[in-house]
């Protein structure tokens, strides 16, 4: 693997490398801002150090290598121990070369390694005396720290008291996570002020604000724990002999939140091999985290093999971060594309500057609604956070708007619908064409004759294009009304043609209650939430009789979608008549009706359910093999549900059966780390044997 440089070719090329990354990191270290993103950034540094390792006698007094924090900042309060920064790997043979140095230094290969997410936020050491916090301090250069005491009871994790009153010094990261950074936009934008770039600037920024009108909660992550001058000698003694996991098992009884109450606990591995194989399962889960991440930290775990191997200026010689690629990059927002959804849901699409993330060039990204553009103050022109991991969409976080050169434009939304022209309901955040699903019908007829919902084999979107144009179906239940000698009128309908199509229609009548549901579009509904409804309700008739309160005994509906739900049944209130009508299925086969006020509460209804997957919630994930090979995702949770069990599409401490197909990536190496029970298809094929059709 080929480490990317960037490449200076002669002395003022690298002198102004320097001034960029001293500047980046002034920027970054002092208000969470920079020009730069990380991958630039390392880049740039890996480009000026491959510069003064071929011109040594050029080297720049300033330059940022061999510094903490790029030596772009100082501090005032003194550590006690220097607070180092780390030296990275980007490859498995590097982290190798790495191994065998430390063998070097301290004799002999290293017996154990511990191997930790690397948290993408701010390094502080926070002062307990007696079991209570005192001081928090910034790492700063690495000799002294900025004093941010006054964050004190505002970070999570990081208890004002131990539970023990001990006299030691906590090591850690701050940071937000997802939920955090997005109240913390939310909370800012409201106060007139910029939306952070990213949660790792927030974090910076927002630990040093002194004088907000408003406060933010971020969350602490302790990786280190030490005696300060004042300590116990007979604590200190022991702490120094403490491998750094027994030191973060104290941490954690102190009551310090580490790392190992999360879904990438800090593991122990003796071998090089089997320190690979953590990184690549604590890669693979990096897109579901709830915080960022950008590497591993892996350490020699034992306290004599750290003191063997030494400290250099800039970084502990016993530990290294493997950085894993960057999932954010700086670009530029270009045009806004306004599209139109099956259901008339108008949204906006930021068209970019193409920019490489994860190997993948990405031109596009998701602007959600007008709403989060407003929020969010984004401008033509704009230079933008762009963020994807793995296979998650990318999406912009925000304008980095210390970029601003005063030639952004404000983002022109529509008047009228993009597509038909029509006027545009906007009492929502998410924009509606007022024609709904009749301003993009082909679209919302194909998806609800695809596989997954009514599954019509031989209506695919040219079929639907002749049907429409023919004047013979204006919306769903019109195709349940097509008559032999109309489709036989058509071109390229020939008898048999006619005939298997209106078989097709037979059978999807008689479709299940959720797959109807599902093929009406309704917002907010899709595969999983329709299969829910439809097995909590038991029928279309209980369904439209609920209110929003009702509905919101459903998984996964809250107060917001539950009314948005009961309107659009109203509005459907023609159609769905129309479709019994026509002898559409309006029940959910197995389903029971939930009671309501007027039921005998004398007779206890029968609770026995001794389905093979009773009270358990599965997910699948990679491809089926044989029984299973050919159904799809729609069909396997539906056979899930069957068997008496909950589909899920997400790995959690609550799931209870991994479904793990060929190329099963990031959910199987969760469940694995999580403990959780994994099954081959044909494993699962027979466990549900009875329930497949």
Known sequence: MTTPVAQIV???????????????????????????????????????????????????????????????VEGDVPHTVAMLSLDNVFSPEQFTAWTASLARRIGHEAQRFSVEAKLDGLAVAARYTEGRLTRLITRGDGIAGEDVSHAIGTLEGLPEKLD???????????????????????????????????????????????????????????????????????????????AHSELMALAARLGVHTNNATAVPTVLATTVDEVLERVRKIAALRAELPFGIDGIVIKADLAADQRAAGSGSRA???????????????????????????????????????????????????????????????????????????????????PVAHLRTGDEQPIVFPLVCPRCGSAIDTSQERWRCEQGRNCHLVASLSYAAGRDQLDIEGLGATRVVQLVEAGLVADLADLFALTREQLLALD?????????????????????????????????????????????????????????ETLQQVEGIGPEKAPSIVAELAELA????????????????????????????????????????TG???????????????????????LIERAGGKSSSSVSKKTSLVVAGEGAGSKRAKAETLGIRLAAPDEFALLVADYLT
């Open 164 to 242: 023990q009153p001990v006299t030691v010094e906590v090591r850690g990261e701050v940071l937000m996570t997802t939920a955090q950074f997005e109240h913390a936009n939310e909370v800012r934008t409201a106060h007139g002020g910029q939306p952070f770039a990213n949660p790792r600037g927030a974090s910076a920024g927002t630990l040093r604000a002194k004088e907000r009108a408003y406060t933010v909660p971020m969350t602490f992550f302790g990786y280190g724990l030490l005696p300060l001058p004042d300590t116990d000698a007979e604590l200190a003694e022991r702490l120094d002999g403490l």
């Open 10 to 72: 002669d002395a003022a090329a690298y002198a102004q490398a320097v001034e960029h990354v001293v500047a980046a990191a002034a920027a970054y270290y002092t208000d969470g801002t920079s020009p730069l993103d990380d991958d630039a950034y390392d880049q740039l540094v890996r480009g000026i150090a491959a510069w003064e390792d071929a011109h040594p006698d050029q080297v720049l007094p300033h330059s940022p290598t061999g510094k903490v924090a790029g030596g772009a």
């Open 492 to 548: 390229r309908m020939g008898e048999t043609s006619t005939d298997n199509l209106l078989a097709a229609l037979a059978t999807a009548r008689t479709r299940p209650l959720s797959r109807v549901l599902c093929a009406l579009g309704v917002r907010g509904t899709g595969r999983s939430m329709s299969r829910r409804i439809a097995r909590h309700f038991a029928t279309m008739d209980n369904i439209r009789a609920a209110d929003a």
């Open 316 to 398: 502990p010689r016993w530990a290294i971060a493997y950085k894993l690629p960057a999932v954010e990059k700086i670009t530029r927002l270009v045009a806004v594309e306004w599209n139109v959804g099956r259901t008339g849901i108008i949204a906006p699409r930021g068209v970019l500057e193409p920019v490489v993330i994860e190997g993948a060039t990405i031109t596009y990204a998701t602007l959600h609604n007008p709403a989060d553009i407003t929020r969010r103050d984004l401008r033509m022109g704009d230079h933008v956070m762009v963020h994807r991991a793995g296979d998650v969409i990318p999406r912009i976080e925000a």
């Open 616 to 638: 358990m919630t599965v997910v699948v994930t990679g491809a089926m093999t044989g029984p299973l090979e050919s159904l799809s995702r729609n069909q396997m949770n539906e």
């Open 574 to 613: 023609e159609l769905i008549d129309r479709l019994a009508a026509a002898g559409v299925n309006m029940t959910e086969p197995g389903a029971t009706p939930p009671p309501t006020a007027g039921d005998d509460l004398a007779a206890p209804a029968d609770t026995t359910d001794d389905r093979p997957l």
